[in-house]
């Protein structure tokens, strides 16, 4: 092979034929050059470039779907949590009303007792006061009959006259009274005119 | 050894020109009558190449890929995307791109035979092999465009440009027709020839001359060296334009693909 190279460099000028001119045309290159050319074409059309689109197809095909795929995960798990979003929401809500709904409730509750304390309150002080009038009228009953024992009694003393006689006792005792009411009115009068 | 053989020979140093990229006179085999040159072989080889890695890449495709069907479906992608679908757009490019796919592969493995040792010569160096594929490429072009416009509507969409007052018109249709249907094979086959022509005459040139130089003697074993090491650095400045060279290749393609396929032009 090495030989034949130098020998082709060589040959020619130690042949001495008439220089060919390198622009000019030789059939038989050219047309060994559109046949060869055009069966790598065939062949490359044919075997080559078909499976390498096909490949190129398939591998974008796999590409998109693997997106198209994680798209779909994606909207999936974005409607779990606009879900689970609308759940907790609702539970605050929910939450919120059963507050304020207590919150009404214990307000009734209060104001019923509050209510209830006041009326009983206003009960016992009614009774109270039932109780004390009752008692200041026995008191006072009490009172007036032992003032007029205690009254006969002494006056019984004083003059010697026994009163122990109910009836008198009574007469008596209302007189006296009668005339201390008689005297407190003169001497009011006498006053009045002193 | 060829230099050594032409110091010995003659003392007189032979600077490659043209006659190095004739293989006429020595072929490898004959099949039929038919003289079976190296660059012809390297034609081949270069599309069992680019074949045979593309199905190793794609036969066993699967969504996550192997090491082998990673590097091709980048290669594939490459032009795909950033050459067929940039430029002729979204709409329409899918159909095109097995097309720009083996030509620039083709294009690129053809060129970098001249890197490759043992092999070292750039199979478009050819020129007839550039034109037959510029020639295919003038047939796509306009066949997408009339396809897409009809004869007459296609005619008008290259030759007329919009825009520009009817005045003008005298001057530039001819002119947009010359250049948009006459000039651009003969460029497309031109830029890659002559890239790959230049690129290994000079090659040879540095190589051959550098020994004719050390053979010499005297300033040469100074200058010998010096001319290989320009050598070796116009070796990796031309891996830059084969690569450049295929990729512009299929660019234009795809440019002019989608030039026919606009709605205006």
Do not use: C
């Not at chain 1, 304020?100 to 019923?112: F, K």
């Not at chain 2, 478009?124 to 796509?140: H, P």
């Not at chain 2, 007329?160 to 460029?187: C, D, H, K, Q, W």
């Amino acid at each position: 092979m090495q030989n034949l190279i130098f020998l082709a460099d060589g040959e020619p000028a130690e042949g001495g034929h008439a220089p060919e001119n390198p622009l000019g045309f030789v059939p038989v290159e050219a047309a060994l050059s559109l046949v060869v050319f055009g069966l790598l074409l065939f062949l490359i059309w044919k075997f080559v470039a078909p499976r390498f689109e096909q490949t190129f197809a398939e591998r974008t095909q796999a590409i998109e779907g693997g997106i198209a795929a994680a798209e779909s995960k994606q909207a999936e798990a974005d409607a779990r949590l606009a879900e689970l979003e609308k759940q907790l929401a609702d539970a605050r809500h929910e939450a919120a009303r059963i507050r304020e709904e207590a919150r009404e409730q214990g307000a009734a509750i209060v104001a019923e007792m509050r209510e209830t304390a006041q009326a009983e309150s206003a009960r016992i002080v009614e009774h109270g006061k039932a109780q004390i009038e009752a008692e200041r009228q026995q008191a006072v009953t009490s009172l007036r009959a032992e003032v007029g024992t205690l009254a006969t009694g002494l006056a019984g003393r004083i003059v010697g006259e026994s009163l122990e006689d109910e009836a008198r006792q009574s007469r008596v005792v209302e007189r006296f009274l009668a005339e201390i009411e008689a005297d407190s009115a003169t001497t009011n009068s006498s006053g009045s005119v002193n | 050894m060829f230099g050594i053989t032409m110091a010995e020979s003659g003392g007189e140093f032979v600077a490659p020109g043209p006659n190095s990229f004739d293989f006429s006179e020595v072929p490898l085999f004959h099949i039929g009558g038919l003289a079976v040159t190296k660059p012809m072989v390297q034609l081949l080889l270069g599309a069992v190449i680019v074949f045979v890695f593309f199905y190793a890449a794609a036969r066993r495709a699967t969504l996550v890929p192997s090491r082998i069907q990673f590097a091709g479906e980048s290669a594939y992608g490459m032009v795909r995307n950033s050459i067929g679908r940039d430029i002729i757009g979204s709409h329409d490019f899918i159909k095109f791109v097995p097309y720009l796919v083996t030509v620039f592969f083709f294009i690129l493995i053809n060129n970098a035979f001249a890197t490759i040792p043992f092999i070292q010569f750039p199979t478009f160096s050819r020129a007839s092999m550039a034109y037959a594929l510029a020639a295919l490429s003038w047939i796509i072009y306009n066949a997408v465009g009339i396809k897409k416009h009809g004869f007459l509507g296609y005619l008008k969409l290259q030759s007329v440009p919009s825009g520009v007052s009817p005045a003008m018109y005298p001057l530039l249709v001819p002119l947009e027709f010359f250049s948009n249907i006459l000039v651009r094979p003969v460029t497309l086959a031109l830029r890659l020839f002559a890239n790959m022509f230049a690129g290994h005459l000079l090659l040879i040139l540095f190589s051959t001359g550098g020994l004719f130089l050390l053979e010499y003697g005297g300033i040469g074993y100074v200058a010998g060296p010096l001319a290989w090491v320009l050598a070796i650095a116009i070796s990796f400045l031309e891996l830059l334009v084969q690569f450049l060279q295929a990729y512009v290749f299929t660019l234009l393609n795809a440019m002019y693909i989608s030039g026919a396929l606009a709605d205006e032009h």
